[in-house]
């Protein structure tokens, strides 16, 4: 077993080097392993008990003995099309054609550890992990077949999955080279490696087909809720009525009494597991439970409740407990200096996550092993989830992630898995648990509500002189403005959320952008200036400006041809490393109010480009996704109870919504690549907002705009 460490690297692996080889030619029988290791500091190493992989392996790639080449990532796909981009990084490092790629993501028993698939961290965190190990294998090659024909490595370079001696054109393709080695080759984060320059890519940055396209519009294609195992029973959950109800009594001897049929009670845990999902569903009808539901806020107490209801405690849930405050200048200061001063209340309802594919998870026991294949954004956070519900060693616990039918920020969290699991564990076979629509609106996590204060101030020219920001409750995502306004307060406040909440597509970044852009507006129609001119005026990060003056351009702002009834408004932004500018029309009836958004162009800068056709796929959607939140999408709720836990109730877009889209793609290749999952949806809410202020004189501040597909009259 050969074992090549670089100059400079750590002495003594997690386990040592050769522990480190025997652990991955356990995964991989044979062929060349290139790992790639972050680096950790000792608290974080002992951080998280010990996984299949040590902890400080962030990604891993493996050449076989027939030649393809396969990727590792504790990332995970949930059609935002991590699989093709992380795949085409590789294949331009080594030189390969995409085919001869193929990527295993969010498997916990085979990929190195990963926090999770959020925070549109994938392309500008495990891209250039996974393109630096692809890049240290192609040198890898290079010195082994200068080794077999006995000449120089600058003698040799790869084509087309081979290494070509260039003086007499002899190849070696990569099959040869890895068969019958066991080969680990250890490269670090910060170790220097000689990568190709975005200039010159011709796999990456091209609009290369989605991998498994055909699978996937043909229906082949297998998700979490498609599969199955022999002998597998289907689980189903009882559901209390409302939010912290308590169960005081119940009676199972209907449903045990089915033919085939499992029943688990624990606490306020009810289940069953039964031959088929039809029956599954007839024992659930038939257990009957009392319920105890204390007295909650209900939807039209929202607002006020969270101002009121501050969290006390520093710790809550992804450490939204501690509030925060960013400051410069004085507030005092700059309201003195203004000739203008302005303030306004900008409210966001709980909206959902919707996605396609509801929550689902197969589970099974071997022992006291368990297996759960299950649709998260989190396979290692649920990994842990199980382990502590049933007080098993991580080890013991393999979350396997099929591709996922979206995730939107709402799959984070395992409570399928648990649920699957536990009933699983009680039947002693397999067991597959998939919640219905109804479950999915109702218990699983919301985008979280919001209110918005904001106090400015402003001269007559357009200069902002004074920003008082407060947000209670939507969270600080992209609170901070990217102008340069010179006195600043901008705070967020934890409050205690009457409903369950959690991350959602950009966390708090549309709740904050809505707040500051519409604001924004109305000082410039306060002003008698165009809106474009007062924020490029505000203005000094080149790139926001670079995307503001690409979008306009692309719209036709200023608007030149008016008709009544038309409005038209733009916004901008910046958050998780990108920058957007959104323009829109819309059309409200004079007479009944209804609105439509008639055209949308964006403009988007995330550094240089994987794959433009993706990254246009992923703006479109984020913007239709988005009109549903500007426009439509609310959660109504009384004293716990969801009222509209149904499509049939919750509007989302649908094709007679969407707008002619248009994309405006700045790549800049002297950049490296940001997320663009989330930043798309940010500049769709305010634009609208502004538009529909401009087609009627009506200032709507609070989302959704148009609840019913009208717009409120005053």
Known sequence: MIIEQQPGQRAGLTQGSERLAERFFAIVPEGIVVACLRSLEPAQESAVPDTPLPREVAAWLHIAADGMVTGYTGKVDVGQGSRT???????????????????????????????????????????????????????????????????????????????????????????????????????RDDEPVELTPPEQWKVAGSAVPKADAVAMVTGSYRYASDLRLPGMLWGKVLRPPAFQAVLVSVDTRAAEAMPGVIVVCDGNFVGVAAPDEWTAERAIAAIRAEWSIPPQPSEHELFEYLRTHPVVSQESERGRGAGQSYVIGSIDEG???????????????????APLETRAALATWDGDRLT?????????????????????????????????GSGYGGKHTGDAAIEAARLARAAGRPVKVVWTREEEFTWAYFRPAGVIDVRSGARRDGTVTAWEFHTYNA??????????FPHQRVEFHPAQSPLRQGSYRALAATANHFARESHLDELAHALGIDPLE??????????????LLAATERFGWPPRERTPGHGYGLACGFEKGSYVATCAEVTVDPSSGALKVVRVVEAFECGVILNPDNLRNQIEGAIIM?????????IHFENGRILNPRFSQYRVPRFSDVPAIETVLLDRKDLPSAGAGETPIVGIAPAVANAIFDATGVRVRALPLAPGGTVPRS
């Open 85 to 187: 981009s992380l795949a085409q990084v590789i294949a331009e490092e080594l030189r390969l054609p995409l085919t001869s790629v193929r990527l295993v993501m969010g498997d916990t028993g085979v990929t190195p550890f990963d926090m999770g698939t959020f925070g549109s961290q994938t392309t500008p965190v495990m891209a250039p992990r996974l393109r630096k190990a692809a890049a240290r294998a192609r040198r890898a090659l290079i010195e082994l077949a200068a080794q077999h024909w006995l000449v120089e490595p600058t003698e040799l370079t790869i084509t087309d999955g081979r290494v070509v001696r260039v003086d007499t054109g002899e190849t070696l393709d990569f099959a040869r080279l890895a068969a019958g080695r066991k080969l680990l080759v250890v490269v």
């Open 335 to 353: 309201l003195a200096e203004a000739e203008l001063r302005l303030e306004a209340t900008y409210t966001v309802a709980y909206i959902a996550h």
């Open 534 to 547: 007062l924020r490029l005026r505000n203005l000094r990060d080149d790139r926001l400006r670079a995307v």
């Open 372 to 404: 759960v294949w299950t649709g998260t954004q989190r396979p290692f956070g649920v990994q842990a989830e199980l382990a502590a519900a049933f007080q098993l060693p991580v080890d013991h616990v393999r979350v396997i992630v099929p591709d996922t």
């Open 475 to 484: 969270g600080p995502a992209a609170i901070r403005p990217v102008y340069a």
């Open 626 to 634: 988005g009109l549903g939140g500007a426009l439509f999408e609310a």
